[in-house]
């Protein structure tokens, strides 16, 4: 498999295992995995891609496409992982720009 020449800019919207659909600025979306040497040096806490994060991709000849390099991230909402031996961050989004807390107030109680 051989890509094309470019490089396209785009965001993540969501994560299924071992693809990860993406937005570009031209207004397409691609499924897209990601190449092992993504992962080449970087700490636990960088190596995830995540819903929000702005990545390049490659176009393959075939369709598919390939998560070249993942750009720093603005923001991200995270917290503790569960059920850890040691406490290690998870990244649920990046680069939030708003976040809309909606709640009950009546039923179903609160438990916490």
Same mark, same amino acid.
């Given at each position: =498999?051989?890509?094309?020449?470019?490089? &396209? #800019?785009?965001?993540?919207? *969501?994560?299924?295992? $071992?693809?990860?659909?993406? *937005?570009?600025?031209?207004?397409? =979306?691609? #499924?897209?995995?990601?190449?092992?040497? @993504?992962?080449?040096?970087?700490?636990? @806490?960088?190596?995830?891609?995540?819903?929000? $994060?702005?990545?390049?991709?490659?176009?393959? $000849?075939?369709?598919?496409?390939?998560?070249?390099? =993942? &750009?720093?991230?603005?923001? *991200?909402?995270?917290?503790?992982?569960?059920?850890? #031996?040691?406490? *290690?961050?998870?990244?649920?989004?990046?680069?939030?720009?708003?976040?809309?807390?909606?709640?009950?107030?009546?039923?179903?109680?609160?438990? #916490?």
């Amino acid at each position: =498999m051989t890509s094309d020449s470019s490089e &396209h #800019r785009g965001r993540v919207l *969501a994560c299924f295992r $071992d693809e990860w659909e993406v *937005a570009l600025e031209d207004g397409r =979306m691609l #499924r897209a995995s990601v190449r092992a040497r @993504h992962f080449a040096g970087l700490s636990e @806490h960088e190596k995830f891609v995540v819903a929000g $994060d702005t990545v390049d991709i490659s176009v393959l $000849d075939d369709g598919g496409a390939v998560i070249e390099r =993942m &750009h720093p991230r603005e923001t *991200a909402l995270s917290r503790l992982r569960p059920r850890m #031996r040691k406490e *290690a961050e998870q990244v649920i989004i990046a680069n939030v720009e708003q976040l809309v807390a909606v709640a009950s107030l009546g039923t179903p109680r609160l438990n #916490r």
